[in-house]
């Protein structure tokens, strides 16, 4: 059974989905061979399909599958693997005359002159200029502030889940218990905005904690840091007051005290290897060393170096505000967050007094 038998019938063959939406225009001939290769297979029957593989010594024709899960099965006919579909495509690719393959590589050729379809501009419109584009990211950062502020002051009470879910942040798996989880969307110029560019240049080592191709999580441990990265404009997307309160986003810790007691504290400012929290009970912010990560385990090492600075504390677990940030721009944040009332004078307001 031969699918391609001359230049013509290759040439002639209509397009493959694969190969109207492929967005590549390097494409070689093995490659466009596999391709059309694969969609001629789909379409046999099963019969066909094994004939095919036997007549290309691929499989054998005693070839047998054997249920071991009832002491009654009976021996079946074996199913084509993956691996014997695509040794069955090397091989009629090896026995392929010079012509026939010199014919793939002039449909590839032609594939490859098609006009892109990967959705990329190829220049910036004329009337996109800075205007319209600080009116674009001012829109977006609203938007974000807005989601950033139902989930700051939410009642998390009143808003948990009744059933347990759990998601992935890079190696970690984490459950949504106390933080508040939020699914968000975030144009590549906002995040440019926010994080700096080149992309991510302004998080320092320790709040990059997973970086691969297609997505990025980050960390933020204190409310200073979340404070720096989300202001634009006056605009603070860390910080909010509502029913006399002031609510602000920041990791959350469980601290341990010289009792056995647990007492949660809430991550206010850090400098470069500690963190500084605010401890009910205590009026001075309480220093405690910031826990290293193992990004392979995706976990924190408490048993380290967690060498209390102030107090008789030990940290016993730690809740960063989590990012994942995808570069489809779908992205999601696990986040805590900590009201009190405020009755500090702004300085822009000691000059009326």
Request: net charge neutral; proline share 3%; glycine share 4%.
């Amino acid at each position: 059974m031969n699918f391609f038998t001359s230049r013509n019938d290759i040439l002639s063959l209509p397009l493959t989905e694969q190969e109207r939406t492929h967005t590549s225009r390097q494409r070689h001939a093995y490659h466009v061979f596999l391709s059309q290769f694969c969609t001629k297979y789909k379409a046999l029957s099963i019969q066909q399909k094994k004939d095919l593989l036997i007549e290309l010594r691929v499989m054998r024709p005693d070839a047998h599958d054997f249920d071991d899960s009832d002491e009654d099965s009976v021996l079946t006919v074996a199913m084509p693997a993956a691996g014997d579909i695509m040794r069955a495509a090397s091989k009629v690719w090896r026995d392929s005359g010079l012509d026939l393959k010199a014919a793939w590589r002039e449909r590839a050729n032609r594939l490859n002159l098609r006009p892109p379809n990967n959705g990329n501009f190829e220049a910036v419109p004329d009337y996109v200029n800075d205007e319209v584009l600080i009116e674009s990211l001012s829109g977006e950062w609203k938007y974000l502030v807005s989601i950033l502020k139902l989930s700051t002051t939410m009642n998390i009470t009143k808003w948990r889940p009744t059933s347990i879910s759990t998601y992935v942040y890079g190696n970690e798996r984490v459950t949504v218990d106390s933080q508040n989880y939020r699914t968000f969307f975030i144009s590549h110029l906002l995040k440019l905005s926010i994080f700096g560019s080149p992309l991510y240049s302004k998080l320092l080592d320790h709040e990059i904690m997973y970086r691969r191709r297609r997505e990025t999580i980050v960390f933020i441990y204190s409310h200073r840091r979340m404070s720096e990265l989300f202001t634009f404009g006056g605009l603070s997307g860390a910080e909010f007051y509502k029913n006399g309160l002031k609510y602000v986003s920041c990791a959350k810790v469980n601290l341990r005290d010289r009792r056995g007691r647990n007492i949660i504290g809430y991550v206010m400012d850090e400098d470069r290897v500690s963190l500084k929290m605010k401890v009910e009970g205590e009026d001075d912010l309480i220093v405690i060393r910031r826990p290293e990560y193992d990004t392979h385990d995706g976990r924190f090492l408490y048993n380290t170096a967690n060498v209390r600075q102030r107090g008789s504390y030990e940290m016993t677990q730690l809740w960063p505000i989590r990012m994942k940030l995808n570069n489809s721009g779908q992205s999601n944040y696990m986040l805590s967050a900590y009201s009190y009332v405020d009755d500090e004078v702004p300085d822009e307001m000691e000059a009326w007094i």
